[in-house]
Nanobody, 126 residues
Framework: QVQLVESGGGLVQAGGSLRLSCAASGRTFGTTAIGWFRQAPGKEREFVAAIFWSTVSIYYAEPVKGRFTISKDKDKNTVYLQMNSLKPEDTAVYYC???????????????????WGQGTQVTVSS
């Protein structure tokens, strides 16, 4: 099992920025990708971004393209989500998740991820 710990959430005004961190530990060997998801009250958990651990592949959800940037530091076993130009609709609990799935077109689906962090709240005020 991979343990994941998110940090960096908080309250920010619209147009502001936050950087989330996801630190991985435990049985990280074989992890293929780390994904970020978010869940707003009353809504389903939705895909935000994913980064593959051993390749340069990166994917974003359409609502965050051009505003969010996902990156990794393999030496620190940490994945970051830089969020710029934040909007009130970005308000949610943000989760990072680790997967050992192979194949194609799976990274947007929460069930493809084996391990999840506890989440960090991001609130964007208007």
């Amino acid at each position: 099992q991979v343990q994941l710990v998110e940090s960096g959430g908080g309250l920010v005004q619209a147009g502001g920025s936050l950087r989330l961190s996801c630190a991985a530990s435990g049985r990280t060997f074989g992890t293929t990708a780390i994904g970020w998801f978010r869940q707003a009250p009353g809504k389903e958990r939705e895909f935000v971004a994913a980064i593959f651990w051993s390749t340069v592949s990166i994917y974003y959800a359409e609502p965050v393209k051009g505003r969010f940037t996902i990156s990794k530091d393999k030496d620190k076993n940490t994945v970051y989500l830089q969020m710029n130009s934040l909007k009130p609709e970005d308000t949610a609990v943000y989760y990072c998740a680790a997967s050992k799935t192979f194949g194609s077109n799976w990274w947007r689906a929460p069930p493809a991820y084996d391990s999840w962090g506890q989440g960090t709240q991001v609130t964007v005020s208007s």
